[in-house]
């Protein structure tokens, strides 16, 4: 079985992740996480030519870990579509901060007659793209303040509409609320 580079990258945060989760202290399996309303507030109502069409938002906890997420998706009048998800994993603090780290250190470039997957640097963050031509689809993913997971993903649309979807979140303001939820 073949795994893409990135499913390998995912595989290896949350193997690390879960062998970690051990040795995190007690007082730190029980933090609590931003509340998703909170999250779902800094969801854009609409960016370039795109419109939102639908919200949620969750707060879920199991085994001492909780965690809380809130996503939108945006249509637009040629029929593509972008999701933006914000995910809180603040209730695990241990795993956040190191899968953290692990997603600051990771650097890798990839490109095809299609498309290309990449890690860059964008307003200060590390920042892994992946984007295919023929199928138009792709996904911009980050974290925030170790703790908040930003995917911006997209079918039927140029990267430069997935570029417009992260442009139009406030990412200070996602920092802030990060660093005092």
Not at 41 to 49: Q, T, V
Not at 118 to 128: A, I, L, N, Q
Request: charged share 25%; glycine share 8%; net charge negative.
């Amino acid at each position: 079985m073949h795994l893409p580079r990135r499913a390998c990258l995912m595989l290896t945060v949350l193997l690390f992740s879960v062998t970690f989760i051990r040795f995190v202290p007690a007082q730190e399996k029980t933090a609590t996480t931003i509340e998703f309303r909170k999250l779902k507030a800094l969801l854009p109502d609409s960016f370039g030519k795109f419109e939102r069409t639908s919200s949620s938002g969750e707060r879920s906890s199991a085994f001492g870990i909780s965690v809380s997420y809130a996503e939108a998706t945006y249509g637009n009048d040629d029929g593509g579509q972008i999701t933006i998800k914000l995910t809180d994993m603040g209730g695990m603090p241990g795993i956040s901060a190191m899968a953290s780290g692990a997603w600051a250190s990771v650097e890798m470039e990839r490109e095809t007659d299609t498309g290309f997957e990449r890690t860059t640097e964008y307003k200060g963050y590390k920042v892994m793209e992946e984007y295919d031509r023929t199928e138009r689809c792709g996904e911009i993913s980050l974290m925030v303040g170790s703790r908040i997971s930003i995917e911006v993903s997209g079918t039927d649309v140029d990267f430069e509409s997935l570029r417009q979807a992260l442009d139009a979140l406030p990412l200070e303001r996602i920092a802030s609320l990060a660093a005092n939820p």
